[in-house]
């Protein structure tokens, strides 16, 4: 099992920035890959960014040059660094953890989720 805490959520006003963290424990964080994830009432869960075990990344077209992902695995955190954040990013953004990077919403172990809101 892995337990995975998203924080770092809030309101901001369109172009500030915010950054997310989830940290993870249970099994050997650097054994994952992880991913954030978004979702709006109504709508899918929408893929974000994931990193692999080794750092490599992949990203969201509408995210992309905005958003950065990154890892700790000495903290057994990862981070989202959210950049020039506009009102279409408001969701509730998760956090999730699989063998496989991936882009598909069906990642083994899910966060809470962590509101953001981005106020025009």
């Known amino acids: 099992q892995v337990q995975l805490v998203e924080s770092g959520g809030g309101l901001v006003q369109a172009g500030g920035s915010l950054r997310l963290s989830c940290a993870a424990s249970?099994?050997?964080?650097?054994?994952?890959?992880m991913g954030w994830f978004r979702q709006t009432p109504g709508k899918e869960r929408e893929f974000v960014a994931a990193?692999?075990?080794?750092?490599?990344?992949i990203y969201a077209d509408s995210v992309k040059g905005r958003f950065t992902i990154s890892r700790d695995n000495a903290k057994t955190t990862e981070y989202l660094q959210m950049n020039s954040l506009k009102p279409e990013d408001t969701a509730v953004y998760y956090c999730?953890?699989?063998?496989?990077?991936?882009?598909?919403?069906?990642?083994?172990?899910w966060g809470q989720g962590t509101q953001v809101t981005v106020s025009s």
């Open positions: 249970g099994r050997t964080f650097s054994n994952y890959a």
């Open positions: 990193i692999s075990w080794i750092g490599g990344t």
């Open positions: 999730a953890a699989d063998r496989w990077l991936r882009t598909s919403a069906d990642y083994t172990y």
